[in-house]
């Protein structure tokens, strides 16, 4: 069974920075993808940033493009979202998942954690 560890998060000032993390277990392979999503309140889940353990390949929102950086370590099957240059549009629960094309097959998501921007 795939199972995900998220930490960090909490809450930072505008223009401050925050590191969160991912832990998955449980992935037979390095065939599968992990990045992060959002929701903030009334709003609906987005995606934030994900990275491809095939390639490296990355993805990210245009809201956070320049600011946010994903990188994975696939001895550990982690990975880092670093944030920079926050701002309190970024207040959100952030969620990690997983997209896994091996063994076992499905999506994954962690139990999510709260990031906070405010003076």
Do not use: H
């Amino acid at each position: 069974q795939v199972q995900l560890v998220e930490s960090g998060g909490g809450l930072v000032q505008p223009g401050g920075s925050l590191t969160l993390s991912c832990a998955a277990s449980g992935l037979s392979s390095r065939d599968y993808a992990i990045g992060w999503f959002r929701q903030a309140p009334g709003k609906e889940r987005e995606v934030v940033a994900c990275i491809n353990s095939r390639d490296g390949s990355t993805l990210y929102a245009d809201s956070v493009k320049g600011r946010f950086t994903i990188s994975r370590d696939n001895a550990k099957n982690t990975a880092v979202l670093e944030m920079n240059n926050l701002k309190p549009d970024d207040t959100a629960v952030y969620y990690c998942k997983v997209t896994n094309w091996g063994d076992p097959v499905g999506d994954y998501w962690g139990q999510g954690t709260q990031v906070t921007v405010s003076s």
